[in-house]
């Protein structure tokens, strides 16, 4: 299942400044879950930076809380198209019962 979500937080230096949009989309992905989603999908984007990567906007630090608030493992992709994101999905591993990306 793929859940748009606004993970666009404030961040420094790599550390969240204010986590309630993250905490305002768990109960969907919660439901999602347990609606038997056999996994969860979450898109977002952080700032706007001109379309360059910026590493200061990576959403990998929103990625380890949402881990950390759902007490279970969040996947990380490094790219949201092409060849990261499909490996993120369907590369090595299967797309499991209850896993997060």
């Known amino acids: 299942m793929f859940i748009r979500v606004d993970f666009n937080v404030p961040l420094k230096g790599g550390v969240i400044g204010d986590d309630t949009r993250i905490r305002e989309s768990l109960p969907t992905v919660k439901y999602a879950l347990d609606a038997g989603a056999g996994c969860?999908?979450?898109?977002?984007?952080?700032g706007r930076p001109k379309g360059k990567p910026n590493p200061d906007m990576?959403?990998?630090?929103v990625a380890e809380r949402t881990s950390e608030l759902l007490g279970r493992p969040v996947a990380f992709a490094e790219d949201c198209v092409?060849?990261?994101?499909?490996s993120a999905?369907?590369?090595?591993?299967?797309?499991?019962?209850?896993?997060?990306y």
Not at 89 to 99: L, M, T
């Open 82 to 86: 092409g060849p990261a994101a499909e």
């Open 40 to 46: 969860v999908i979450l898109a977002s984007h952080l």
């Open 58 to 61: 990576s959403l990998r630090p």
């Open 89 to 100: 999905v369907r590369g090595n591993r299967e797309c499991s019962q209850g896993e997060l």
